[in-house]
């Protein structure tokens, strides 16, 4: 299995509130994604990097923003959490940037919002 | 607006039967079409992937067939078994990005 550790893997929060989930890898994989899942949408991307501090946004990136300051954590970020932002999170990486490449995902990150 | 359909949402087959599941897209500068299998509780993992230059892939029970004309492909899973059971999302690559169907839970009988 790939090196990837999601934490927290369960959180329960309030509306309004700030909220942070790690992705950690030992892998050295250059690009890093955070996927959204929820029932009937499937995975959505959020935003991913290329690099360190080097990032981009996916299809859902609105109220989330992400930061990388090394190879191996990338860190997403809800500013102020919102109902709609109940979900369950999983980072990707991937060694690659050539198309025909992996994704190794982590195992989620289970959030809700009250 | 779901940049690749998946279909059908959910899947009973008998065990020793054949699953089919098919994904669309629009976007022509995908170059990439991997489908994933995630268990209950798991993240997904990489099944088998296709390059669009190809019309089949298989790999044992498994195979995906494509038509680039229609901008379909599909995965066929050949005599399931109820170890099968899981949820399949087809997804499709543009330019570092991954972008998944809505998934397909398949539940084989015994």
């Known amino acids: 299995d790939a090196g990837i550790t999601q934490s927290p893997r369960h959180k329960v929060t309030e509306t309004g509130t700030p909220v942070t989930l790690r992705c950690h890898q030992t892998e050295n994989h250059r690009y890093m994604y955070w996927y959204r899942q929820d029932p009937g949408h499937g995975l959505r991307l959020i935003h991913y990097s290329y690099g360190v501090k080097d990032t981009d946004k996916g299809e859902v990136s609105d109220g989330y923003s992400v930061s990388r300051s090394k190879t191996e954590d990338f860190l997403l970020t809800l500013e102020s959490a919102t109902s709609s932002q109940t979900s369950v999170y999983f980072c990707?990486?991937?060694?690659?940037?050539?198309?025909?490449?992996?994704?190794?995902f982590g195992e989620g990150s289970r959030l809700t919002v009250l | 607006q779901q940049q690749v359909k998946q279909s059908p949402q959910s899947l009973i087959v008998q065990k020793g039967g054949i699953s089919i599941i098919n994904c669309a897209y629009e976007?022509?500068?995908?170059?990439?079409f991997p489908w994933y299998q995630q268990f209950p509780g798991k993240g997904p993992a990489l099944l088998i992937a296709i390059r669009p230059d190809v019309s089949e892939k298989k790999e044992g029970r498994f195979t995906i067939s494509f038509n680039k004309s229609a901008k379909q492909f599909s995965l066929h899973i050949m005599d399931s078994q109820p170890g099968d059971s899981a949820t399949y999302f087809c997804a499709a690559h543009n330019f570092n990005k991954f972008y998944f169907g809505s998934g397909t839970k398949l539940n084989v009988k015994p």
């Open positions: 976007n022509t500068a995908f170059d990439y």
């Open positions: 990707a990486i991937s060694e690659s940037g050539l198309a025909y490449r992996e994704l190794f």
